[in-house]
């Protein structure tokens, strides 16, 4: 099971580090809001995106047919996938049909859910991923801690340590600049020595069969042209119906994203180039079930901004690895617990609720909204801990009786005031750990006014 | 006009003065508020827990108790978001439920209030009043909209109200989210503390007594020089 | 089981009320698209040069300091002064110092250019470039991404430039060049 609470603590314990990551990751919510705020219409961006968003999910089946159909006029092959297992096995197919061994991979969330790596490497496949942030967990034989900038956990110096180890730079070199050149060097090699290309999809146009992909590195475009393959792989929600969304969608998602006014790259790719096969592969792995669930449908609609994780206080101050799902912060929170509800039933409760989230979110999911369902739905699954369930069940039988909640208060209060302050205050309690608890009155509001406004007012 | 003064819970238990307070001010701006002796809480904790169900029972009551108000007045943002946006429609009320200051700008029409409180106050927009009654406007989304909890604060004579770094950044409560999550709620609620002390606050006020107890239980354990206000006992300060 | 009329099956058999498509009413705003313009292509840490027509351009900018022989082009004039023409370009791993293209539409709100696939010459041209050099006309911004993709075409691939390759990507240090080109140049002419 997902233990975020611990996890969390862990995080927190090394407090200087914490500070940083907080502050970073704030830094990027900081420029959102100068970028978003610059837009007068963004608002009405915000809306427009989250009805075309809804419409295509209402109308998913037709705009897959049509996209399909679209790409396949286009000269792209299509592929269907249900599961990440039949994903990872059409990729593998699409590799060893073009004789390919060296594959290098553009940032993926779906491929990261999916294990294609480790399946690929099991399989004979050298696999490089080459957005810089994901090269360096990959190198770490880790998962990103965030879906936008995956090595934001990370200071220079665990960077320039790595580098010296696996691509021996300079020891204690920890420059950012130099550290990115060397990166470049060697990614730039196996660009080179590619022979197939795979990235994943921001936006898929329906009317059209593009797909578009978007990044600051370059690094999608490089792989896709170098290669004698080219592979798209997206989740069956990542479709738009026209050409003309994108100019909401692309107005929201840098914004949203790293504050930047627009990505450096957003490359369309419709038809393929002579004698280079293209693919795309449409996976569902888990959202047409996502898609049956009313309640927790909009969760489909993430354009993957990382905006919720970068404004989350508790993401900020826990790390992305807290959640232990490939998807952390407020967005991952709503969507995985419907993989696996036992074991991701802590993440619903790594939230106060405080619905920034949905505020910051470009596509107007009601993410905090979502996270509350989660938990209705976690405590009817009878999968709450007995820590809660008990002393809750017994406040709810006094709530719903005046008499016994005023005796219960007073009985609470007296013993409050009586027991001494090392009791009351005790660090066992996880309240009183780091917290005082208040005074407690002798005469609770209630009485004050039987006494001051015998007659109402 | 009769209005049914609801004291959420714990402010009824721990902080009897804010009751009092929020009375006194209704009163004072000519409101014949009744307090229904029956109320106990709007069963908030359990549904935030996920046990809505439970709570059903709780929710009954509530409506009950406040049956027969054209109006429902209560100091927490927090409870009043749980009644209109978390009850089940049947549940609800027949009465409107107003947050405090929601109800003496946006009904009553009063933006001004005669109170003193000559201290540097830091506010701390409680996020369910914010972001789920829309007292005012967030940081995140863009809009011209007018923060009824500033402007009350802001008429106070002789208040000087201070600017934060993360004006509306969650304190860390979040319920049984300051059990459960322990460590996070704590540095939360530290680093929220530190922003208004940077600021030179010496009052932290706001429109929830819940968040504001979590931070006096930090700053008390911490022995810091600032205070916790609940916001209607400035505006009830008179001159 | 045919995976997709599995999933087309599954979408199928979810009941979901319909949803229209919004209507979309975008208003063009009033903005000065030249100045708007050059502001956001430095903002994203690009050079941005701008000249009255060609000629000026190709006399002051071209003939003045640079070594045309070096360049990859698509554009005539160049190619008649000595660049090599991008489409003839082979072996992409010799070091292409600078490339100059033209591009299509410039975008205000953001700094972007969109690049179809017939001002590369080919694909890999934009990003094996060490210096990218744009250049764009006056006559050719538009104000938003909204009036870009109005009048752009999907073709079979083209995409928004919107300056040199970067990455934050270590301790959220921006690093002009990352992949792609580390310097990256927009000419305005008119």
Known sequence: ?457 | MKVGLFIPCYIDQFYPQVGVATLELLEHLGCQVVYPPGQTCCGQPLANTGMEKAAQPTYDHFQEVFSGFDHIVAPSGSCVYHVVHHYPVESRPQGKVWELCDFIVNHLGVTQIAASFPHKVGLHPSCHGLRGLRLGPDSERVEDRPDVVRTLLASVSGIELVDLDRRDECCGFGGTFAITEEAVSVQMGLDKISDHQRHGAEIITGTDVSCLMHLEGLIRRQGLPLQTRHIAEILNARL | MDPKKQILDRIRSIRQAPKPYPPQAIESQETDLVEAFIGMVKLSGSTLLRFEDQQTMIDEFVKARHPVNEWVSTWDPLIRMGASEAGKFTDARKVISCAVLPGKFGVAENGAVWVPEEAMGQRTIPFLAEHLILIVHAKDLVATMHQVYAVNQPGSYGLFIAGPSKTADIEQHLVLGAQGPLAHTVILLG
């Not at chain 1, 059209?208 to 989740?235: A, P, R, W, Y």
């Not at chain 1, 406040?395 to 005023?406: E, P, S, T």
């Open chain 1, 1 to 457: 099971m997902s233990q975020h609470p611990e996890a969390a603590a862990r995080f927190i314990a090394d407090n200087e580090r914490m500070a940083w990551h907080d502050r970073s990751i704030w830094n990027a919510r900081k420029k959102r809001d100068l970028a978003s705020h610059s837009i007068e219409e963004w608002e009405q961006l915000r809306s427009w995106a989250s009805d075309i968003k809804e419409h295509t999910l209402a109308h998913l089946d037709h705009y897959l047919e049509v996209f399909e159909k679209q790409a396949t006029a286009n000269g792209v092959k299509v592929h269907w996938a249900a599961t990440a297992e039949e994903h990872n096995r059409i990729v593998l197919g699409i590799l060893r049909e073009n004789e390919a061994r060296h594959m290098v991979k553009s940032k993926s969330m779906l491929t990261e859910e999916c294990h294609l790596n480790p399946f690929l490497e099991a399989n004979g496949i050298e696999v490089i991923d080459t957005d810089l942030g994901e090269r360096i967990v990959q190198l770490r034989e880790e998962i990103p801690s965030h879906i936008v900038t995956p090595a934001i956990h990370l200071k220079k110096e665990d960077v320039s340590k790595l580098f010296e180890e696996k691509l021996h730079t300079e020891p204690g070199n920890a420059d950012p600049t130099y550290l990115t050149r060397e990166a470049r060097k060697h990614l730039r090699a196996h660009f080179l020595a590619c022979d197939a290309a795979l990235t994943g999809v921001n936006f898929a146009v329906a009317e059209t069969g593009t797909v578009v992909v978007v990044t600051n590195e370059g690094n999608s475009d490089l792989g896709v042209h170098l290669g004698k393959v080219q592979i798209h792989s997206m989740g069956i929600e990542k479709l738009i119906p026209k050409w003309q969304d994108l100019g909401i969608f692309t107005r929201l998602l840098a914004r949203s994203a790293t504050g930047q006014p627009i990505s450096i790259y957003t490359s369309h790719y419709t038809k393929p180039r002579p004698d280079v096969p293209m693919h795309i592969i449409l996976v569902d792995n888990g959202r047409t079930e996502q898609l049956s669930r009313e309640h927790f449908r909009k969760s489909l609609a993430c354009i993957r901004c990382g905006a919720c994780m970068n404004t989350c206080p508790i993401y900020r101050r826990s790390g992305g690895h807290s959640y232990g799902s490939t998807i952390p912060g407020p967005i991952g929170s709503i969507l995985t617990p419907g993989k696996d509800l036992k074991k991701y039933s802590p993440l619903p409760f790594a939230s106060t609720l405080c619905g920034s989230c949905s505020d910051v979110c470009p596509v107007k999911i009601d993410i905090h909204d979502q996270l509350y369902r989660w938990r209705q739905i976690i405590a009817e699954e009878h999968l709450l801990p007995k820590y809660k369930t008990i002393p809750l069940g017994l406040a709810g039988r006094i709530f719903a009786r005046g008499k016994r909640y005023d005796q219960a208060g007073r009985i609470a209060r007296w013993w409050l005031r009586r027991l001494p302050a090392w009791m009351v205050n005790s660090r066992l309690n996880a309240w009183s750990k780091h917290r005082d608890l208040p005074n407690a009155p002798r005469n609770s509001f209630k009485e004050w006014y039987e006494q001051n406004r015998p007659h109402g007012s």
